[in-house]
Structures are given as structure tokens and as C-alpha cells.
């Protein structure tokens, strides 16, 4: 058990729809990081924040959203779902964003859009 | 950008026996740290192991190791006495100084334990 948690594990939802993915990071983790994890695009990180701002951009649709709340928790919103948005999202939180501090990946939350 | 390959889709051993999985990856950057990630069928991702390129040290933990070769850009994961427990897909990583503290991942090697 990493200390990271994501809710919901599976979410299964239709096209067009949104929803939301929520992590919160280890106790004492500042930084968040959002993964996303398919069959056509591999591992791909997506955002990171730090302490409530955003930090870093990856390859992020702009139909999806991120925050970090003050306390700590971050949420993933993806809306006008489409069937490639099926994969899994991975949560990963980290003591500070540098790249010296490891980064320790949640569970998961799998994503069924039909 | 940097990049990461993993050659080898699927890998096979035999129980007790030792495997090799391959990672080339390419980067400008000086400073950087690379990782080989377990996922078994959980689909946790697992820290397996860490090299810091500025170590000229293969970092050991158990029975993994790496070989690290900077001038190559390759950087490689040895398992020793497989176990059955080491099935899973293995994702080589890269995270780098200056690009941030994301992780740019291989695609991946699955990794078959024969008994």
C-alpha cells in the first residue's frame, strides 16, 4: 500500500458524460501527479500540481480539468467523454516536485466509457 | 523531448533462472534519474528499482540490478533467481532535471515466469 488513495477503482459511464477522479496523496505529499494509462497511448503523464498550483502540463485534452484543493486532494474532471477516454488514471504524489523526490502511484481508477 | 524504448514486447523465464529486460532511452539532459516500474495483474504500479545517472554504480536491490551505460543511453534490468512472482509488465522510466519532474515511460515489457 502506497498511502495513495483513488476513487472511485471503476467507473463506468456513457459518451458525452463527465466525471470526476479523486486522489489524495500520501500524508505530507505536497505535489500531485495525474497518469493516464491505455492501450493506444501507453503511460502518459497528464499534470502535476504542487501545493494547490498547477506545476507542470503534459499531453491533457482540453476537454479534462485538474485541481489541488487546500487539503492536498486533487480531482480529475473529463468531460465529453469519448470512447478512447477508456483507460486507466493513475494518481502518483510525491513530497516535493523535484525530480529527486520518488513519486508513489494510487491504485487506479479504471475508466469504461460506452 | 525525451524518449523512452523498451525493444522487447514479451519476455519469458524459467522459474530460478535470470532475465534481462532493455531499455534504451534518449535525453539532452545531464541530470536525470531512471526507473524500472513492476505492474503485475493488480495494475499497482511498483517501484522497483532507481539509478541517479550521476552514480557510476549500478544500484542492487535483492535480486534486481541494473546496467547502466550513460555514454549508450541504455539502461538494462537483470533478475536473478525468477520467481513466480515476478510476472508482470515492467515499464522502464526516465525523469529528468529540467523537463520537470514527470515521468516518461517505455511501452513496456511482459515479463512470463515458466514454472
Known amino acids: ?114 | 523531448a525525451q524518449t523512452v524504448t523498451q525493444s522487447q514486447p514479451e519476455m519469458s523465464v524459467q522459474e530460478a533462472e535470470t532475465v534481462t529486460l532493455s531499455c534504451t532511452y534518449d535525453t539532452s539532459e545531464s541530470d536525470y534519474y531512471l526507473f524500472w516500474y513492476k505492474q503485475p495483474p493488480s495494475r499497482q504500479m511498483i517501484l522497483v528499482i532507481r539509478q541517479e545517472a550521476y552514480k557510476q554504480q549500478n544500484a542492487t536491490e535483492n535480486r534486481f540490478s541494473v546496467n547502466f551505460q550513460k555514454a549508450a543511453k541504455s539502461f538494462s534490468l537483470k533478475i536473478s533467481d525468477s520467481q513466480l512472482g515476478d510476472a508482470a509488465m515492467y515499464f522502464c522510466a526516465y525523469r529528468g532535471e529540467t523537463s520537470g519532474s514527470r515521468l516518461t515511460f517505455g511501452e513496456g515489457t511482459q515479463l512470463t515466469v515458466n514454472p
Open chain 1, 1 to 114: 500500500d502506497s498511502g495513495v488513495t483513488q476513487t472511485p477503482k471503476h467507473l463506468i459511464t456513457a459518451t458525452g458524460q463527465r466525471v470526476t477522479l479523486r486522489c489524495s496523496p500520501r500524508s505530507g505529499d505536497l505535489s500531485v501527479y495525474w497518469y493516464q494509462q491505455s492501450l493506444d497511448q501507453g503511460l502518459q503523464f497528464l499534470i502535476q500540481y504542487y501545493n494547490g498550483e498547477e506545476r507542470a502540463k503534459g499531453n491533457i485534452l482540453e476537454r479534462f480539468s485538474a485541481q489541488q484543493f487546500p487539503d492536498l486532494h486533487s480531482e480529475l474532471n473529463l468531460s465529453s467523454l469519448e470512447l478512447g477516454d477508456s483507460a486507466l488514471y493513475f494518481c502518483a504524489s510525491s513530497v516535493s516536485p523535484g525530480s529527486t523526490y520518488e513519486q508513489y502511484f494510487g491504485p487506479g481508477t479504471r475508466l469504461t466509457v460506452t
